[in-house]
């Protein structure tokens, strides 16, 4: 499976972005998509994710409300629209999909098979 990650830019807060994260496999009934990030001399975090069969989100407090995973079934596309952003979003933001991700592991990095390349998010103050 490839995972093409899009939509990253540079934005002053309170601003509004949406990335992208297309599959290339559309055998998927199982899986979890999510959406880490890692800031600057941070470790990679959990953002968000979201169960492909029933479309069950989950999301990290620091963007509950602010941040919201959603799909595109005809697409293969998970996408992450994120609002009201703070410079403390700035990161590379990953997208990433687990075969057999289990409910305790969705928020572990271990918990995925599959990555994407990455893109870039900052917010300026």
């Known amino acids: 499976v490839q995972l093409q990650a899009s939509g990253g830019g540079l934005l002053q807060a309170g601003g509004s972005l949406r990335l992208s994260c297309a599959a290339s496999?559309?055998?998927?009934?199982?899986?979890?998509m999510a959406w880490f990030r890692q800031g600057p001399g941070k470790e990679r975090e959990f953002v968000a994710a979201?169960?492909?069969?029933?479309?069950?989100?989950y999301y990290a407090d620091s963007v509950k409300g602010r941040f919201t995973i959603s799909r595109d079934n005809a697409k293969n596309t998970v996408y992450l629209q994120m609002n009201s952003l703070k410079p403390e979003d700035t990161a590379v933001y990953y997208c990433?999909?687990?075969?057999?991700?289990?409910?305790?592991?969705?928020?572990?990095?271990?918990?995925?098979?599959?990555w994407g390349q990455g893109t870039q998010v900052t917010v300026s103050s």
């Open positions: 990433a999909a687990g075969t057999n991700t289990i409910l305790s592991m969705f928020q572990q990095k271990e918990g995925y098979n599959y």
């Open positions: 496999d559309r055998t998927f009934s199982r899986r979890v």
């Open positions: 979201l169960r492909w069969n029933g479309g069950h989100t």
